[in-house]
């Protein structure tokens, strides 16, 4: 009896350790599988608040990048009859230069754009001394701020010549010193003939003419007055953009011009505003 007892208390223990070793066996599989997870959490979290950082980066940039912008009034941009941006400090240094055009002058200008062209061709016609100013042989005009000087060709050069005359030395002078003065501007020069035919030994035609022409105001402008090359462009049109008919020898005069076109930067064109 008593020995039938203890197999059986045996045969309870076997069984009691068998079941806690799976028991076992299976926690710690748990406790492997636990730590797995934990692990790829760890990573994935460090993957999120990576992208997290980056993403704050490029928010704190653009709100810098806004901010820039908005913090002060006077450089805030604005666009002007879809024509050009400027910003408000531009205005009123424009404002500023308006106070000096003629009254007269300034009842014709409804728009912004208007006022802008304006205080253009009066600053630089200020810019401009008497050697320059407008008279027969020289006219200036202004077009949504490009500025156009027409220069008679009876100034520049001799009848059916490229080579400049010694008489352009002056204009050319006062011209160079208004384009070096501003950084901003950029200058296309353009050559224009009559319609009467050309031809010599070194001459093909009427767009021969007019390129050679712009090239030797160009190459003048760089080499004698120091002109930035990377502000210059030379441009023939040869006889087709007349500013009248060519049916008087007056006429044709009129057409026999070199044009120079000043493309101002306006921001950087009205800073000279502030010196003066």
């Not at 728009?111 to 042989?137: F, W, Y």
């Not at 384009?179 to 501007?185: A, D, K």
């Not at 011009?257 to 493309?263: A, D, E, G, P």
Request: glycine letters at 2%; charged letters at 30%.
């Amino acid at each position: 009896m008593k020995k039938s007892f203890v197999l059986i208390v045996l045969g309870a223990l076997v069984m009691t350790s068998c079941v806690s070793k799976k028991k076992y066996v299976a926690l710690e599989q748990q406790l492997q599988d636990t730590q797995s997870n934990l692990q790829r959490t760890t990573v994935e979290k460090e993957e999120l608040e990576s992208k997290f950082a980056k993403i704050e980066a490029r928010v704190a940039d653009y709100n810098s990048k806004i901010n820039s912008l908005t913090e002060s009034n006077n450089e805030k941009m604005v666009m002007v009859d879809d024509l050009a941006v400027i910003s408000n400090n531009t205005k009123e240094k424009m404002r500023a230069t308006l106070a000096n055009v003629d009254a007269e002058k300034l009842q014709g200008a409804r728009t912004l754009k208007d006022s802008m062209n304006l205080a253009v061709s009066h600053n630089l016609k200020s810019s401009l001394d008497d050697n320059l100013k407008e008279d027969e042989d020289i006219s200036i005009d202004i077009e949504n701020t490009v500025v156009m000087i027409s220069i008679s060709d009876k100034m520049l050069f001799k009848t059916g010549s490229y080579r400049v005359s010694d008489k352009a030395n002056n204009v050319l002078q006062k011209l160079a010193d208004v384009i070096n003065s501003e950084e901003s501007i950029e200058v296309m020069v353009e050559g224009h003939t009559d319609p009467r035919t050309i031809s010599t030994p070194v001459l093909e035609d009427n767009w021969d003419l007019s390129v050679k022409r712009a090239t030797s105001i160009v190459r003048k402008l760089e080499k004698k007055y120091s002109v930035d090359p990377a502000k210059l462009i030379a441009s023939g049109r040869s006889s087709h953009k007349p500013l009248v008919s060519n049916d008087t020898e007056e006429n044709m005069a009129t057409n026999r011009r070199t044009r120079i076109v000043l493309l101002p930067n306006l921001d950087k064109f009205f800073a000279m505003l502030s010196s003066n």
